[in-house]
């Protein structure tokens, strides 16, 4: 099956470079280059993946990839050229599956595409579930992390932030949203704080699967827990 990837690109040199790597990669392209036009095209031809910019004439690509999630979970990644954190923590609250900013490299772009599909797959898979468990399966009463008969001990804070990355494959979490989940009592938490649970979680993590890094760092947003491939 070839794979439908809308491309919602103002610039048109950029909007080119990007249809040709992914057409070359075996993908199905659509080029907009107007917000208002987006929505109603989604909903007839349901695109498997939509490059969506920031700064759109019409519609702008916040709003866009808000008003999508109402009617469709369909994977968004969103481009621009605006990098101040903010704008990468609002996207992702609007419900963006990852984020990338300008100046990239096309190769990259192709590269993030490839994974949220592959993450897709695995996920839409009957087993998925079972497959998912057969790599890491988590305990919550014993609070270990298990992986083909052998575990390790966590401690609660732990368990409760590998849980939340653990139960939504391929999602990003800010730091703001694991603090969220982690911290009923809504205390004060710096974002060091969740960099240093997520390094010992990785390094408990790396003495049950060596060399596989299921806790992938998403640089100035968060963090996310991969199926390997």
């Known amino acids: 099956m070839t794979h439908k990837i809308l491309v919602v690109e103002d610039e048109p040199k950029?909007?080119?470079?990007?249809?040709?790597?992914l057409t070359s990669s075996g993908y199905e392209?659509?080029?907009i280059d107007n917000g208002d036009e987006v929505e109603g095209w989604v909903k007839a031809h349901q695109p498997d993946v939509i490059l969506l910019d920031i700064m759109l004439p019409g519609k702008d690509g916040l709003s866009l990839c808000r008003d999508i999630r109402v009617f469709s979970s369909i994977p968004i990644i969103m481009v621009t050229a605006r990098v101040e954190e903010i704008d990468r923590l609002i996207g992702l609250e609007m419900g963006a599956?990852?984020?990338?900013?300008?100046?990239?490299?096309?190769?990259?772009v192709v590269a993030r595409?490839?994974?949220?599909?592959?993450r897709?797959?695995?996920?839409?898979?009957?087993?998925?579930?079972?497959?998912q468990e057969a790599?890491?399966?988590?305990?919550?009463?014993?609070?270990?992390?298990?992986?083909?008969?052998r575990h390790v001990e966590l401690t609660q804070v732990e368990f409760q932030l590998l849980s939340v990355l653990y139960q939504s494959p391929g999602r990003i979490f800010?730091?703001?949203?694991?603090?969220?989940?982690i911290y009923g009592d809504h205390r004060i938490v710096s974002d060091r704080t969740i960099d240093s649970h997520i390094k010992k979680?990785?390094?408990?993590?790396?003495q049950l699967i060596p060399n596989t890094l299921l806790i992938q760092s998403v640089y100035g947003a968060g963090y996310r827990f991969d199926l390997p491939a």
Do not use: W
């Open 14 to 21: 950029l909007a080119q470079l990007l249809t040709d790597y």
């Open 29 to 31: 392209c659509h080029h």
């Open 97 to 108: 599956d990852d984020y990338i900013c300008k100046p990239f490299s096309p190769r990259e």
């Open 113 to 118: 595409v490839k994974a949220i599909l592959r």
């Open 120 to 131: 897709q797959s695995l996920m839409a898979e009957p087993n998925a579930a079972e497959a």
């Open 135 to 149: 790599i890491l399966a988590l305990d919550p009463h014993s609070m270990r992390a298990t992986h083909q008969g």
């Open 174 to 181: 800010t730091r703001e949203q694991i603090m969220q989940r």
């Open 201 to 206: 979680l990785r390094r408990k993590i790396e």
